[in-house]
């Protein structure tokens, strides 16, 4: 069972607007989140991370937020460019696991119309 | 500019075929990892490695096995192939004691027949 679920396969928007990418789990020892973005025949790449005693972390357009009671994150990209169109996985460790194991979500493919 | 370098991009090989993937970093990371990505699934861990001859085994390992002999360089052997170990391999390494991000190689797409 996954314990990293990312519920929409797709998301399509608009250049210039807000994307919302989604990300649930299900282990509350998760104390360590990750975003990665992959473009096709890319390997992923590091987006920005967030731990759990924060609720928000900001790294230019995107900010991720962290709602640890309802075991849930969320991706925002503001302004939305189409070279932000790629696929997006959230993935999360613990000290349990020495931070070594990383669970995925199975990703959202966002689009960004020009 | 860190790197992770995958040998193969595409592979096709035939069932009961032994497989090795190779990877090498130059990052002189500790720890690195194989996954296999398949669509609806995410990444999976196959297997990690936390030092040279070090191992340990992820969410999925059966039928794979790994090689660590040099810092550098991870090997993920399929021993005898089957057509549901077709699929994206990723290989990534990460600094050990970092909580940060791992990075990851190119993929080999793997097809077995």
């Known amino acids: 069972d996954q314990q990293v679920k990312q519920n929409s396969p797709s998301l399509s928007v608009q250049e210039g607007r807000i994307s919302i990418l989604n990300c649930d789990y299900t282990?509350?020892?998760?104390?360590?989140f990750l975003w990665y973005k992959k473009y096709p025949a890319e390997g992923p790449t590091f987006l920005i991370s967030?731990?759990?005693?924060?609720d928000k972390n900001e790294d230019g357009r995107f900010t991720v937020f962290l709602n640890k009671s309802a075991k849930h994150l969320s991706l925002h990209i503001v302004p939305s460019q189409p070279g932000d169109s790629a696929v997006y996985f959230c993935a999360a460790s613990g000290r349990e696991y020495n931070f070594n194991k990383f669970y995925f979500g199975s990703g959202t493919k966002l689009n960004v119309k020009p | 500019d860190v790197k992770v370098t995958q040998s193969s991009r595409y592979l096709v090989k035939r069932t009961g075929e032994k497989v090795f993937l190779e990877c090498v970093q130059d990052?002189?990371?500790?720890?690195m990892f194989w996954y296999r990505q398949d669509p609806g699934l995410g990444l999976r861990l196959i297997y990690f490695?936390?030092?040279?001859?070090?191992?340990e085994k992820g969410d999925i390992p059966e039928g794979y096995s790994v090689s660590r002999e040099k810092k550098e360089r991870f090997s993920l052997i399929l021993e005898s192939a089957s057509t549901n170990q077709t699929s994206m391999y990723l290989c990534a390494s990460r600094l050990r004691g970092a909580i940060g991000e791992a990075f990851f190689g190119q993929g080999t797409r793997l097809t077995v027949v």
């Open positions: 282990n509350s020892m998760f104390d360590y």
């Open positions: 967030i731990s759990s005693i924060k």
């Open positions: 990052m002189d990371h500790e720890n």
């Open positions: 490695s936390y030092d040279v001859k070090m191992k």
